[in-house]
C-alpha cells in the first residue's frame, strides 16, 4: 500500500518517460505554462480517484496536499484548460500503457459495450450533449441517456482502446468503425488503438454471420461471439460458459471505471470534457495495472493499491 505522494511519485515518473520518448517536445508560445505537460497529464490522470468527486474538489485537495510537489499549481480555470489542451497526450499514455501491458500469451481481446449515463433519462429538457447523447437501452441500466463506450480489453485486464457513440448505437456498428479504424491508422480515430493480433471474444450483441465474415474479410479481425437465441445453429452450453468464462474481465475492468474512478456519476456539459475525462480515467486504470505488477501485487488490486 503506498501513500498518495509515493504513488503519484510513480506515476510522474512513468508519465514523464513516456511524454519524452514518445511525444515531440513541446513548443509554447507566449508566456511558459505554469506546468510542464508531464505535470498536467499527471494531474490529469491522478485526479479521476472516486475519493475526488468532482474536479473542483480534486483542485481544493491538490491545493491543500501537493503545493510541495507542484509549487507552481495555477488556478482551477487554467489547471483545466492546460488538462483539455494535453488531452491528446492522455490517450497517448492510456493506449502506450495498455500496450505495453500485454503478455506473449495473450492471444484475444475481449470487446464489450457499456451505458455511461450523462443525466437522468426521465428529466425534461434536452440536456447538456444535446444532438450527441441519446436514450439507449444496456442490461446494466436499462434505459438511460448518455452514451455507449465500447472497450477492447486484454485477459490480464488492460485496456488496449476505446470508442464512444450515442447511446443507441448498436454493437457490431461501433465495431465497425472501431476494426475499419484499427485496420486503417490513418483514418487517426483517438482512443481506437493498435490490435494486439486478429482474435476478438464479445458477447451475441457482435454476433451476425454477415459482419463477422465482413469484419474478417476487410478488418483481418476474426471476431467470437455465440449466436443469437433465434439463430439456425446453437452453441452447446459448455461452449457458451467456456466463453463467459474469457469474457468475465471485462466485467472487472468495467466496473473500475464506472465505481472505481466514477464514470458512473460523470455529468459532462461538453463532449470534448467528458473523452478528455475518459482517457484519464483508462490511463490511471492502465497505470494501476502497471504499478501492480510493477510492485508484484494481483493486477486489479486497486481498492488497497493506495492508504487515503
Not at 468532482?54 to 491543500?64: C, D, H, L, T, V
Not at 481481446?109 to 429538457?125: Q, S
Not at 450515442?166 to 479504424?181: H, I, K, V
Request: aromatic share 8%; glycine share 8%; hydrophobic share 40%.
Amino acid at each position: 500500500m503506498l501513500d498518495p505522494e509515493t504513488f503519484l511519485t510513480e506515476l510522474y515518473v512513468c508519465v514523464d518517460a513516456f511524454c519524452k520518448e514518445h511525444l515531440p517536445p513541446e513548443r509554447c508560445r507566449g508566456h511558459r505554462p505554469s506546468l510542464s505537460r508531464s505535470e498536467v497529464v499527471t494531474l490529469a490522470v491522478f485526479g479521476q480517484w472516486r475519493q475526488f468527486p468532482s474536479e473542483a474538489a480534486f483542485y481544493r485537495w491538490a491545493a491543500k496536499h501537493l503545493r510541495a510537489l507542484f509549487p507552481t499549481l495555477p488556478s482551477r480555470p487554467q489547471l483545466n484548460r492546460l488538462m483539455r489542451r494535453h488531452a491528446d497526450a492522455v490517450t497517448a499514455l492510456a493506449l502506450h500503457l495498455g500496450q505495453g501491458l500485454a503478455r506473449p500469451r495473450d492471444a484475444y481481446e475481449v470487446l464489450d459495450g457499456t451505458g455511461v449515463r450523462v443525466r437522468n433519462a426521465k428529466r425534461r429538457g434536452a440536456g447538456w450533449l444535446f444532438g450527441l447523447a441519446d436514450i439507449g437501452k444496456c442490461s446494466r441500466l436499462g434505459w438511460y441517456e448518455g452514451m455507449r463506450l465500447l472497450l477492447g480489453v486484454l485477459p490480464g485486464g488492460a485496456i488496449t482502446g476505446w470508442g464512444l457513440a450515442p447511446a443507441s448505437t448498436n454493437d457490431r456498428a461501433m465495431t465497425d468503425t472501431f476494426l475499419a479504424a484499427r485496420a486503417h491508422p490513418e483514418a487517426r480515430l483517438p482512443g481506437v488503438g493498435q490490435p494486439v493480433g486478429e482474435r476478438y471474444v464479445a458477447d451475441m450483441g457482435f454476433s451476425g454471420a454477415e459482419c463477422q465474415a465482413r469484419w474478417a474479410r476487410q478488418d483481418g479481425a476474426l471476431v467470437v461471439a455465440p449466436p443469437q437465441p433465434h439463430a439456425k445453429q446453437a452453441w452447446p452450453k459448455p461452449l457458451k460458459r467456456w466463453l463467459s468464462g474469457l469474457r468475465q474481465i471485462v466485467e472487472t475492468v468495467n466496473d473500475r471505471l464506472l465505481a472505481d474512478f466514477r464514470l458512473d456519476t460523470e455529468r459532462p456539459h461538453d463532449l470534448g470534457g467528458l473523452q478528455a475525462r475518459l482517457a484519464a480515467k483508462i490511463a490511471l486504470h492502465n497505470a494501476c495495472l502497471w504499478l501492480n505488477r510493477k510492485l508484484g501485487r494481483p493486477d486489479l488490486a486497486f481498492a488497497d493499491l493506495i492508504d487515503w
